[in-house]
């Protein structure tokens, strides 16, 4: 996968909430929309975390949450990023499974596409 550039790979129909919305609200997205990760934004699109399947694990076995317990106590917030022009080559964190998810920000961090494990698996299935 020599030199491939993170954009040319990167989902950009992206599953977002806020860091207000309730973990109901987010478990209700993910289900609703079968993703297994959501991205938690600001009111400009600005990366504030990362919500995952792991995350509501976490959440229940500690909290037994009620509907009300807010997005930004459950999330992960030190996400690990990549740009539309790193080449995919670099994000070892997805080679190396230490992340199935990686969301793709501009200088701002507002968040432009998010690059997965499956995204991965299917360029290599396209070059056969």
Same mark, same amino acid.
């Given at each position: 996968?020599?030199?491939?550039?993170?954009?040319? !790979?990167?989902? +950009? $129909?992206? /599953? #977002?909430?806020?860091? @207000?919305?309730?973990?109901?609200?987010?478990?209700?997205?993910?289900?609703?929309?079968?993703?297994?990760?959501?991205?938690?934004?600001?009111?400009?699109?600005?990366?504030?975390?990362? !919500?995952?399947? +792991? $995350?509501? /694990? #976490?959440?229940?076995? @500690?909290?037994?949450?009620?509907?009300?317990?807010?997005?930004?106590?459950?999330?992960?917030?030190?996400?690990?990023?990549?740009?539309?022009?790193?080449?995919?080559?670099?994000?070892?964190?997805?080679?190396?499974?230490?992340? #199935?998810?990686?969301?793709?920000?501009?200088?701002?961090?507002?968040?432009?596409?998010?690059?997965?494990?499956?995204?991965?698996?299917?360029?290599?299935?396209?070059?056969?």
């Amino acid at each position: 996968m020599t030199d491939v550039p993170v954009e040319r !790979l990167m989902s +950009t $129909d992206l /599953v #977002t909430v806020s860091v @207000e919305a309730t973990a109901a609200e987010a478990a209700t997205l993910m289900l609703e929309t079968g993703v297994n990760s959501i991205l938690v934004v600001d009111g400009a699109g600005r990366l504030e975390g990362l !919500l995952t399947g +792991t $995350d509501f /694990v #976490t959440l229940v076995r @500690e909290n037994d949450p009620e509907d009300e317990t807010p997005v930004g106590t459950c999330m992960t917030a030190d996400v690990v990023t990549a740009s539309r022009t790193d080449s995919v080559d670099a994000l070892s964190a997805l080679a190396d499974g230490e992340y #199935t998810h990686v969301p793709v920000t501009d200088d701002e961090r507002v968040v432009v596409g998010m690059l997965s494990t499956t995204d991965l698996t299917r360029h290599l299935a396209e070059r056969r």
